[in-house]
T-cell receptor, first 116, second 114 residues
Framework: DTAVSQTPKYLVTQMGNDKSIKCEQN?????MYWYKQDSKKFLKIMFS???????INETVPNRFSPKSPDKAHLNLHINSLELGDSAVYFC???????????????FGQGTRLTVV | DQQVKQNSPSLSVQEGRISILNCDYT??????FLWYKKYPAEGPTFLIS?????DKNEDGRFTVFLNKSAKHLSLHIVPSQPGDSAVYFC?????????????FGTGTRLTIIP
C-alpha cells in the first residue's frame, strides 16, 4: 500500500497549458511538501503545508499554486506552463508541526513533467 | 510497499570515527543509487552516487558501497565531523540511464558527538 502517491507519474503538455499534479499520503502525517529536482539532482523545496496551512512558500513563480483540500492531500497546480518548468516534482510527507523535514520522511516517486 | 528502506532512523557517532549509514532495496530493476544529505530547514543536497556496474565509489571522506546480491548499499563517512550531523536519504532509480525518477528511503538522522 503506497504511503505517498503522486499522479500522474509522467506528464507531457504544451506551453501555455494549465496542469495539476496530485499528491496523497495515507500515513496520517501532518506536514506535506512539494520539491522540484533540478539538473544537478538538488531537491529544492517549493511549498510546505502543515494541517492544511501553508508554512513554507519559497520564491517560486505565482503560476505555481498549492492546494490542500485536507491534510492527506497536497496538489500542485501550475498555470501557463513554460519550457523551464520541465523537471521532476516530488511530493513528501512527515509527522509533526515542523518547518521542514527533520525526521522520518516519505517521498512520492516523482512526476516527470515535460513542457513542449 | 517501501522499496527503499533505511531501517535506522537515527545514529550517533563520535567525532573522528567512522559513520556507516545503511540502505536496503527490494526492486532488482534499480540500477543507480544516490545519497542525499539534508540540514534542518534546507532541501536535501546531492552527496554521492553509484551505478550498479560498480561496487564502490569514493569522494573524499565519503564512500558508497553497493552489494547487488544483497540489495544493500551503505555510506561510509571517515572521519566523521560535526558538520556531518544531518539527515541522510538513500534513493534509487532505474532501470536505464536517464530515468530520473527516484525512490527515496525515509532517512537516517546522523548526530556526530564532539
Amino acid at each position: 500500500d503506497t504511503a505517498v502517491s503522486q499522479t500522474p507519474k509522467y506528464l507531457v503538455t504544451q506551453m501555455g497549458n494549465d496542469k495539476s499534479i496530485k499528491c496523497e499520503q495515507n500515513l496520517g502525517h501532518d506536514t506535506m511538501y512539494w520539491y522540484k529536482q533540478d539538473s544537478k539532482k538538488f531537491l529544492k523545496i517549493m511549498f510546505s503545508y502543515n494541517n492544511k496551512e501553508l508554512i513554507i512558500n519559497e520564491t517560486v513563480p505565482n503560476r505555481f499554486s498549492p492546494k490542500s483540500p485536507d491534510k492527506a492531500h497536497l496538489n500542485l497546480h501550475i498555470n501557463s506552463l513554460e519550457l523551464g518548468d520541465s523537471a521532476v516534482y516530488f511530493c513528501a510527507s512527515s509527522q509533526g508541526a515542523i518547518i521542514e523535514i527533520d525526521s522520518e520522511a516519505f517521498f512520492g516517486q516523482g512526476t516527470r513533467l515535460t513542457v513542449v | 510497499d517501501q522499496q527503499v528502506k533505511q531501517n535506522s532512523p537515527s545514529l550517533s557517532v563520535q567525532e573522528g570515527r567512522i559513520s556507516i549509514l545503511n540502505c536496503d532495496y527490494t526492486n532488482s530493476m534499480f540500477d543507480y543509487f544516490l545519497w542525499y544529505k539534508k540540514y534542518p530547514a534546507e532541501g536535501p543536497t546531492f552527496l554521492i552516487s553509484i551505478s550498479s556496474i560498480k561496487d564502490k565509489n569514493e569522494d573524499g571522506r565519503f564512500t558508497v558501497f553497493l552489494n547487488k546480491s544483497a540489495k544493500h548499499l551503505s555510506l561510509h563517512i571517515v572521519p566523521s565531523q560535526p558538520g556531518d550531523s544531518a539527515v541522510y536519504f538513500c534513493a534509487a532509480s532505474g532501470p536505464g540511464f536517464g530515468n530520473e525518477k527516484l525512490t527515496f528511503g525515509t532517512g537516517t538522522r546522523l548526530t556526530i558527538i564532539p
